[in-house]
Structure formats: C-alpha cells, structure tokens
C-alpha cells in the first residue's frame, strides 16, 4: 500500500508515515472548507490540506523578510491534522524569533529552498503556509498585518507605482 505523510504533532512537528487509506480524498467539504493544493517551486514536495479560512495575514518583521527574501510574508493557518504531505520530504530547522522570543518550525524543500510550512513549537497544531505555495492562492485574501513596525518604508506606496500586465519590453531598470 503507497504510504503518503501526514503531520504528527508529537514527533516534534515532523511528519510521520501513514497508509494513504487513512487519508481518502475529500469530495465534499463542510460548509466553508475548501481543499487546496500546493508545492514547491520545484516540485519536489508536494501537499495538500483542507481550510476552514480564506484569510491570511501579512506579516513585517525582520525575520520573515529575511525569510522570504523580499519585504514581507504571506501565511495562510491550516489544521495541521487536515495537511497531507503527497510527495517530497521536506528539511526542518528551529529558529528562535528574535523579535518574539518564541521558536518555530520551518520546513522547505531541500532542493529549491521553497518555504512549505511552520508551526510554532508552543501550538504545533497550526500550520501556517506560504500563500505563494498554494495553487488556489487567488482565492485568499489578506485580513491583517502584523510586525508593521519592522515594514519597509515603502510597502504602503506599492499601489501608486507605474504597473505592467508582464514584463515591459525594456525590463532593466536604469542604475546610476
């Protein structure tokens, strides 16, 4: 019998094998759920989860800029007892936020690097993935931001920047 794996909270956030007949695919949700599905940038690894939400939260702080690589992340909360991971096993690490004190779980791709999940290590029944993962991802919207002390100075004026539907002809931008 293929084995898929699911979250299990008491092996410390890491993920444990499991039959995949415990894990049928869900045609009807409740009322408000919605299955998503989701990867890595790669491929490699692979999930999907069910939600009862289609909120997110922003969140500033210096770490998930550094993070992300860019001026802030986008997590959407998931049971982690509704996440199913299809393929790829995904590299752990604890980091102490230095900005909250608290620690968290980060898992990625061992490959590409791609963020798929964190949890912190108080509540480790929370999921929390990165929106950009998400196939369905248009269907979420952002509810709250957090950290917008660390924000960049910048963030509320995205709006008002010239747009393109796709890259411009001329892509590179003038350095002086």
Known sequence: MP??????????????TTPTL?????????????????????????????????????????????????????????????????????????????????KVLRAFCGNCGSPIYRHSLLDPSILRIGVGSIKQRRAFTPVRQIWKCSALPWVDTIADLPTSERNPENINLQVK
């Open 3 to 16: 084995s898929r794996l699911r979250f299990d909270p008491t092996l410390n956030g890491h993920l444990a």
């Open 22 to 102: 415990c894990f049928d695919r869900v045609v009807t949700l409740g009322e408000g759920d919605m299955k998503i599905e989701g990867s890595c940038h790669c491929g490699q690894v692979t999930f999907e989860a069910e939600t009862e939400t289609n909120e997110f939260g922003i969140c500033h702080c210096s770490e998930c800029q550094t993070l992300t690589g860019t001026a802030f992340n986008t997590a959407l909360p998931v049971s982690a007892a509704k996440f199913v991971l299809l393929s790829g096993t995904p590299r752990t690490y604890v980091k102490t936020a230095e900005q909250s004190g608290r």
